[in-house]
């Protein structure tokens, strides 16, 4: 086996021009000569015998840029990776079946994980080392966010050193945590499908049960949710929590009435605290990606198209359970935003995400974290009028000095502004201020339209993530129609709007995703069909979506085309 040499006639040249990918595209001037993951790149790294630096993340990723800014534009960091590794950009949303594999490596190996996601490999492709975010050489907040002063430039000169030095025990090192990985994986694989002889295929309710008691345990019984800060909003639990009640009989005997009736109470309260939160667009309409504070307050602002279709069928979820209004209104919010631009594509579908970061206004050159969503008092002011300003700023909690916590802002990118969140209900305020409920209400409500029609008007829109990808579309599809059936007597056009939104979702991918000579779908549509074939979740998704779309339209066309894709 050859020892590791630094190959004076390798010099590579950045290919990222050569994709689809606005996330991977965006890397495509970087002095970093960014190669695409493809075979020949795979196998230019074993005829040179060099290391791969594997880099994942997704456009609306706000760390992803940060690294970018640090260390991607670094010559310092280009000169490394180009002259000693093979680097490769990849978007996780094209290729989740790579992401997956390499971020369960980072978790088994170092407890946690997120994007970017940064993995050393051998040519062989077997993990030698990993993780996430690293400070560059121009990062002034290393020992803040990470607790040390580990740099990416330390880790990629060690890495380079050890294959060089000690290039076969690296390998075997790799070889055998691989294997222990894979053992991992099929071990749980036949577990399962082995099981006693005998075992029923059925859900064994006591897990149910278990479950609730897992959730009762974690849960925030003050600001909702189950983990302590970071904060993700995760409406399959909540899901799960809600319709725990709605099984039949046989769960509720295992589980408990009373259990029941606190799962739906722990899922509605979340859901309630969230709506009230910052990480809701108390302006405009959807849902950032997660909070950084346990109170919601505070979120990182990327808006994910999974995370909204996800959340409207558990806000819907909970409406129908509780019928209670302040559900019904984050329904409509959420409806709103994916059928709108920019997340509504003008073709048919719906684009994957905006991204966290924006230019504050359009003389900025550097784009900064939540600018296009912070505010400050004297914005207020000067947009509402003195006295709604006064009216509006108490009911976001909006101050002068601004409502987010230094150690919350390690880039200095935050101070004196503030993320809106409701603090009171209007009747608390109409006793404050002396006035009439009604005055509030109608203060309020003009208030939001004018802000939001200012933050249009005269701030830069975050960047969008226009791929539309075949998952996530079906979730927003079966969400919408679910929506559409809801609605249909309680606010018409609103409903006719989801529906024709999920059923163009529909055509267009038919018409650009399906292969009618195989029945097969692709994954990726951007600028023309990407290169990537439907994996499991998008003949899920999609499936499940076109299930929902019949049931809200009893269009028999639905159900045959989930058919075909069986």
């Known amino acids: 086996m050859g020892s590791f040499h630094k190959d004076e006639d390798l010099v590579l040249v950045n290919k990222l021009s050569e994709s689809r990918s606005p996330y991977v595209r965006g890397h495509m001037n970087n002095p970093v000569a960014w190669q695409m993951w493809n075979p020949e790149t795979l196998a230019l790294a074993k005829k040179h015998n060099r290391l791969l630096f594997v880099s994942i993340g997704y456009a609306a990723c706000h760390w992803c840029h940060v690294m970018e800014r640090e260390s991607f534009l670094s010559p310092e960091v280009a000169h490394i990776l180009n002259t000693s590794f093979v680097p490769i950009k990849i978007d996780r949303e094209e290729r989740p079946d790579i992401d997956a594999i390499y971020m369960n490596y980072v978790q088994a190996t170092t407890g946690s994980g997120g994007w970017p996601l940064n993995v050393f490999l051998t040519p062989d492709l077997q993990p030698v080392f990993g993780g996430t975010y690293w400070p560059g050489p121009s990062s002034s907040t290393a020992a803040m966010i990470r607790g040390d002063t580990v740099g990416f430039l330390d880790i990629l000169e060690k890495m380079r050193d050890i294959w060089n030095t000690q290039e076969q025990k690296c390998r075997e090192s790799a070889k055998e945590i691989t294997r222990q990985l894979r053992e991992f994986a099929e071990e749980g694989v036949h577990s399962h499908q082995m099981g006693e002889k005998g075992e029923s295929d059925e859900l064994d309710i006591e897990l149910m049960e278990e479950a609730y008691q897992h959730f009762a345990k974690k849960y925030d019984r003050v600001n909702g949710g189950f983990s302590t800060a970071p904060k993700f909003p995760t409406p399959v639990n909540l899901i799960f929590l809600l319709r725990l009640g709605q099984w039949p009989d046989a769960v509720k005997d295992i589980v408990g009435n009373d259990e029941c009736d606190d799962a739906a109470a722990m899922a509605i309260n979340t859901l309630r605290k969230m709506a009230r939160g910052g990480i809701r667009d108390q302006v405009g309409y959807g849902f950032a990606r997660y909070s950084v504070t346990k109170d919601w307050s505070l979120p990182h602002f990327e808006k994910m198209l999974y995370d909204q279709a996800q959340l409207l069928d558990a806000y ?124 509030i209400v109608k203060i309020l409500k003009d208030g939001r339209r004018k802000l939001r029609e200012h933050r249009e008007k005269y701030r830069p829109r975050p960047a969008l993530d226009d791929k539309i990808v075949t998952a996530w579309n079906g979730l927003a599809i079966g969400a919408l129609a679910r929506t559409s059936a809801v609605l249909e007597d309680i606010d018409p056009p609103k409903a006719k709007e989801c529906r024709i939104a999920a059923e163009k979702a529909v055509a267009f991918i038919r018409r650009e995703l399906f292969d009618e000579s195989t029945g097969t779908l692709w994954r990726i549509y951007r600028e023309g069909r990407g290169d990537a074939h439907g994996l499991a979740d998008d003949y899920a998704f999609f499936i499940k979506g076109l299930i929902d779309l019949y049931e809200a339209t009893f269009d028999d066309s639905y159900l045959q085309f989930a058919d075909t894709l069986q």
């Open 316 to 439: 819907l979820d909970a409406f129908l359970i509780s019928h209670d209004p302040e559900m019904l209104g984050a329904v409509c919010d959420i409806a709103t935003y994916l059928t709108s631009p920019p997340m509504a594509a003008p073709e048919g579908g719906f684009y994957s995400a905006e991204d966290a970061d924006s230019y504050p206004s359009s003389n900025d050159t550097e784009k900064r974290e939540g600018a296009y969503y912070v505010w400050t008092l004297k914005d207020f002011q000067n947009i509402l009028g003195h006295r709604s300003a006064e009216v509006c700023a108490r009911f976001y909690g909006v101050t002068a000095d601004g409502n987010i916590e230094r150690e919350n802002d390690p880039h200095d990118e935050l101070m004196g502004q503030n993320v809106l969140g409701i603090k009171f209900p209007p009747c608390v305020l109409a006793k404050e201020f002396g006035m009439a409920e009604e005055e």
